[in-house]
């Protein structure tokens, strides 16, 4: 049974950091591309973050770029995103999804993700 296990969400002030996980089983993390994707109210499911299978090569949307970071151990099969100098438009839902695109362009949209987890909320307000 595959699982997506995301932890860490919470509610932070403004300027402040979380870190979140995925703690993945019942497939082999380490033949896929790791994303996290966030959904605010009212908005469409975008893409955050992501790492190729190796951990090597790491992606970012524009509005987060030099202040998250994404990262994976590979042996833990666990994913994580550090959020660092939180905005209050940072707040969502946030999903970590697994993807089996081995080469080209890194998968950002949601359908091209195979697996989710079930997502943890991140607030950000004073």
């Known amino acids: 049974q595959v699982q997506l296990v995301e932890s860490g969400g919470g509610v ?3 300027g402040g950091s979380l870190r979140l996980s995925c703690a993945t089983s019942g497939f082999t ?7 996290w994707l966030r959904q605010a109210p009212g908005k469409e499911r975008e893409f955050v973050a992501g790492i190729r299978r190796s951990g ?7 509005s987060v770029k030099g202040r998250f970071t994404i990262s ?4 833990k099969n666990t994913a994580y995103l ?5 905005k209050p438009e940072d707040t969502a839902v ?3 999804a697994a993807a089996i695109r ?3 362009a890194f998968p950002t949209a949601p359908n091209e993700y195979t697996y989710w987890g079930q997502g943890t909320q991140v607030t950000v307000s004073s």
């Open 102 to 104: 081995l080469i080209g």
């Open 29 to 35: 993390m380490d033949h896929y591309a790791m994303g």
């Open 12 to 14: 932070v002030q403004p």
């Open 94 to 96: 946030y999903y970590c």
């Open 82 to 86: 550090q959020m660092n100098s939180l």
């Open 72 to 75: 994976r151990d590979n042996a």
């Open 56 to 62: 090597g090569d790491t992606y970012y949307a524009d």
